[in-house]
């Protein structure tokens, strides 16, 4: 449909689109504000963040890849994941709200779009982003058991529960939030998803703190929470079809999204180790070995994300092998920040600059990289059972 529109930059496609934005992204002066790789607490940074996509959907550019009709200007999956690739290539972050929005946008665009044309604007200008509300204390790994209840009265839902490890829950303004509409013996059949908005009536709302002292993590407590039933996202009852849809892009486009920041980040270390060797430092052995591994683990997660951003862009459906994505990029994740700890040594351990503070905050993070967006041991069973259809274990 490209050919069509009287966008130029959609006629061209999404390679004239990167060579347009690199092109704005390298002359643009107050660009400057946000080339910067020290750490600042979560806050700060999510507003510094904020600022940023005010400035690419003034300017466009973080428009394309959503749909018109939910503020967007058209194209794919592919200009989103040129956006990113362009971004950490002009040496700027991605911004942390943009792995909440490539999660929860595609599944409201697609099963809300009254709720993906009221809210999305918003958050492509950095003016809100949204939690995930899934995780509970007694539902991790086994989702389908989760117990926060919504019970239908009138036109309005009535919340009730609590939910556990929400991203930027703490600062988000709305949160979608997967309940049970069901009995707790439906399972995943009684299960519906809402967006609720943060600031109701009977939501609380308390930060977690991470290893590194960033609070990014929240517990949220429903009580009694009236949420009107036109925050429906998909139909009641079919919010694991929700979810199992989401979760494709959560694994596969949050996969190239941090598979760009974290080419970033293996630049700047490539750089430090440089700038060690020349001060005379000794690198540890196998350093340049290790440099190398860690480039070509991130390639072969690049390929194939490459390969999965293509099959979203075409409108096909992922599912499980979006899997694989998590799996890489949970090995490139980990490689290249326990390399970071080993190369920068002391400075990694003791450094004060704020350089030094990102290094170790990334590492501290890192270690979830096999945790969130479910963990790497049902990653692997979902690759043995539903991709490679491997016969179950015998029960002892
Ligand atoms: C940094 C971070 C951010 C997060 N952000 C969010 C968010 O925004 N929204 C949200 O809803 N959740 C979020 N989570 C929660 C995350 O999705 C869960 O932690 C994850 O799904 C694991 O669930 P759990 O913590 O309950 O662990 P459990 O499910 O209790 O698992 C504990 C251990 O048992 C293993 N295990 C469990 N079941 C099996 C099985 N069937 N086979 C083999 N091994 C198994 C797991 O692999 C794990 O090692 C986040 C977590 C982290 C660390």
């Avoid at 407590?221 to 036109?230: C, H, K, L, Q």
């Amino acid at each position: 449909m490209e050919h069509r529109t009287a966008d130029p930059v959609l006629a061209e496609g999404p390679a004239a689109y990167g060579r347009a934005l690199r092109a704005h992204l390298s002359e643009e002066p107050l660009l400057k504000e946000w080339r910067h790789t020290g750490h600042v607490p979560t806050e700060e940074r999510m507003a510094a963040h904020a600022r940023l996509m005010a400035h690419l959907y003034k300017t466009g550019w973080n428009r394309y890849g959503w749909p018109k009709e939910a503020g967007g200007l058209g194209g794919d999956e592919r200009h989103r994941a040129v956006l990113y690739d362009e971004l950490a290539a002009a040496g700027l972050p991605v911004p942390g709200a943009h792995m909440l929005l490539e999660t929860l946008g595609p599944p409201v665009v697609r099963f809300a779009p009254h709720l993906a044309a009221r809210h999305l604007p918003a958050f492509l200008r950095g003016e809100e982003w949204w939690g995930q509300g899934f995780s509970e204390p007694e539902a991790g790994s086994d989702l389908a058991g989760l117990r926060c209840r919504a019970r239908r009265e009138g036109n309005t839902y009535v919340v009730s529960g609590q939910k556990l490890w929400t991203s930027h829950g703490a600062t988000a303004t709305r949160l979608v939030c997967l309940v049970r509409t069901g009995t707790l013996e439906s399972r995943h059949r009684g299960l519906s998803m809402l967006m609720i908005d943060a600031d109701a009536p009977g939501v609380t709302t308390r930060p977690i703190a991470l290893a590194s002292g960033d609070n990014e993590l929240a517990e949220l407590f429903f009580d009694d929470v009236v949420v009107p039933a036109d925050r429906l996202i998909g139909e009641e009852g079919q919010g694991w079809g929700v979810a199992m849809y989401l979760l494709q892009f959560e694994r596969a486009m949050y996969a190239w999204l941090s598979s760009a920041e974290a080419l970033r980040r293996l630049r700047e270390l490539r750089d430090a180790a440089a700038s060690r060797t020349a001060a005379g430092k000794r690198l540890p052995g196998g350093a340049a070995l290790r440099l190398g591994t860690c480039y070509t683990d991130l390639v072969a997660l690049r390929a194939r994300s490459a390969r999965t951003v293509l099959a979203l862009a075409s409108g096909r459906t992922v599912g499980p092998e979006a899997s694989v994505d998590k799996v890489l990029l949970a090995t490139v994740e980990t490689g290249l920040f326990d390399l970071a700890r080993e190369v920068l040594a002391e400075d990694f351990v003791l450094g004060g600059d704020a350089g030094a503070v990102q290094w170790r905050a990334d590492w501290w993070y890192s270690r979830s990289a096999t945790i969130l967006g479910g963990s790497a041991e049902v990653q692997r069973t979902i690759l043995a059972d539903h991709v490679l259809g491997l016969p179950r274990e015998a029960k002892p």
